[in-house]
């Protein structure tokens, strides 16, 4: 069995690589027992298991990371290891991909998975009509075809090198063909939990599936309770008080009460999530370069990582790539805090005092509003008026981010630079959340992501990133780590993902009671 990095990936191509299944050897302390309880932030009332929907932490965690698998997997060392796939190989210009996939695996309703369920799980993200986040990706695959019940070959419309990576996204979920519209209803998967109990929004019980393919590697909590605490300090109450066993999204002002609670531990790594506040570009006022550079000199980026993460982060550069990925461009020059520079933008687009409304809520991420508020006091002395408008939290993801021409959002970033960019840049992508478009970003995302040189790789990052810099439509003014709780009950494998919040979002899977 051979793990491989996406580093290693790149540096050697793709060209007759086989890369198989595999994972991380476990402490010895590793058991089985008990109920995990989780209160977790991200849920919504019109919460499904339709994973074309997930877009916050609560149902991630439910589905990607326990009651549904993927292909591949990003294990919690950054290493892309199989899941539903057992290996995969290409061809030398990385545009075809051979899966072989695990065999004896069987759907939570006793149907045995194979390549049908691989064809009809991925052709529901390009259907008529479908607004799924990776469709950009399924979009790329020109063809899928069935070799036999356990082998699939994908022909995508150009080489990428990424691919296998981008089979690890969490909304493409295994589904049982013939049965989707089913198992979105009941929540039926292969993953290690199966659904007991599931009211959108407020509580989902798990129990675990026994004879699982992931024996003896991971899920070893019999039963699972995910409660949903959206209210930051209920949250922390709620662990502090040990109604729960675990918590996401740290309340930085309630830091110092858990820390000094002998029952808590808190844990935090540094990732690729970044704060954002993009606009829709189409609109007026922000279809105005000269406007979005001004908002981007507007915004006291050093003030928001110290007042609004309390230092749990670093200053951001208005693109998504993130010090967590390969090919990171540090060095270009930053966009700071100028309200002069932001103030001769105006002038020179011929909207001195601007007024314009951002909407923000909790949902978007915590202290979303105080960070609008301060964006809005830094501003002023551009004479940029900025009404902050404080929206729900419930319903905030599908009534106004999309939706208002300006708010408050977030990005968990991924492992790859071309499946942040797919997912959130490319031109038609359902999650590219400004609408912007740029010619040239175009060009490179598509020759980026066939290029298996390493370093002409690089370059061509190098200029995307520069791009959504100095003209993209986000203002991306920090990254933020992910803060998150446990009870001292709890234990794992001494390493920790970043890839998403709570251990890559396979919490459930990778943790246990010491």
């Not at 609004?308 to 090919?327: C, E, K, R, T, W």
């Not at 991924?414 to 970003?441: H, I, K, L, V």
């Not at 390493?454 to 203002?475: A, F, I, P």
């Amino acid at each position: 069995m051979v793990q491989i990095s996406r580093r290693s990936l790149l540096k050697t191509g793709a060209a007759a690589s086989v890369l198989a299944a595999t994972g991380l050897p476990l402490r010895a302390e590793a058991k089985r027992g008990g109920t995990l309880r989780l209160g977790l932030a991200g849920a919504n009332t019109s919460d499904t298991w339709d994973g074309r929907t997930h877009s916050d932490t609560y149902m991630i965690m439910c589905a990607y990371g326990a009651v549904f698998d993927c292909m591949t997997e990003v294990s919690a060392s950054g290493e892309l290891i199989g899941e539903l796939a057992e290996s995969w190989e290409a061809s030398a210009d990385a545009k075809t991909w051979t899966f072989k996939l695990r065999q004896g695996v069987t759907f939570h309703n006793g149907k045995a998975f194979g390549a049908d369920d691989v064809i009809e799980s991925l052709n529901m993200h390009t259907a008529e009509g479908s607004k799924s986040a990776a469709k950009p990706i399924v979009s790329a695959i020109s063809e899928i075809k069935k070799v036999s019940d356990h082998e699939v070959v994908f022909t995508l419309e150009s080489g990428n090198a990424d691919f296998p990576f981008l089979l690890a996204d969490y909304h493409l979920l295994m589904y049982p063909a013939g049965q989707i519209d089913e198992a979105i209803a009941k929540g039926i998967g292969t993953g290690m939990y199966k659904v007991e109990a599931f009211d959108p929004g407020v509580r989902t019980l798990l129990s675990r599936v026994d004879s699982h393919y992931k024996d003896g590697k991971a899920g070893w909590f019999d039963q699972i309770e995910v409660i949903a605490i959206n209210d930051a300090s209920a949250r922390m109450n709620a662990l502090m008080t040990g109604q729960v066993d675990a918590v996401n999204r740290v309340d930085y002002k309630t830091e110092a009460l858990l820390k000094a609670n002998p029952n808590v531990n808190i844990f935090e790594v540094t990732g690729n999530r970044h704060f954002t506040f993009p606009m829709l570009t189409a609109l007026d006022p922000f279809s105005n370069l000269k406007v979005r550079q001004a908002l981007k000199h507007a915004i006291n980026r050093d003030e928001m990582v110290q007042k609004i993460l309390l230092g749990h982060g670093s200053v951001a550069n208005d693109h998504p790539i993130g010090p967590a990925n390969q090919y990171y461009a540090a060095d270009l020059p930053q966009n700071s805090y100028d309200p002069d520079k932001a103030k001769a933008l105006l002038k020179e687009a011929g909207l001195e005092g601007l007024s314009v409304d951002l909407s923000a809520s909790s949902a978007a991420f915590a202290g979303a509003v105080d960070a609008a508020q301060l964006y809005q006091a830094s501003a002023k002395a551009a004479g940029v008026n900025i009404n902050v408008v404080q929206e729900p939290a419930d319903g905030y993801w599908s009534n106004v981010w999309l939706k208002k021409p300006w708010c408050a959002s977030y990005w968990s970033g991924r492992a790859t630079e071309d499946w942040m960019f797919s997912s959130a840049y490319a031109s038609g992508a359902p999650w590219n959340d400004t609408g912007w478009e740029n010619a040239r970003f175009q060009e490179l995302l598509l020759s980026a992501r066939a290029e298996l040189d390493s370093s002409k790789r690089r370059d061509m990052y190098t200029e995307m990133q520069m791009l959504c810099s100095t003209n993209g439509g986000s203002v991306i003014p920090m990254y933020a780590n992910y803060v998150d709780a446990h009870s001292t009950k709890l234990a794992n494998s001494g390493t920790i993902g970043n890839s998403f919040q709570m251990d890559g979002s396979r919490f459930i899977e990778r943790w246990w009671f010491a």
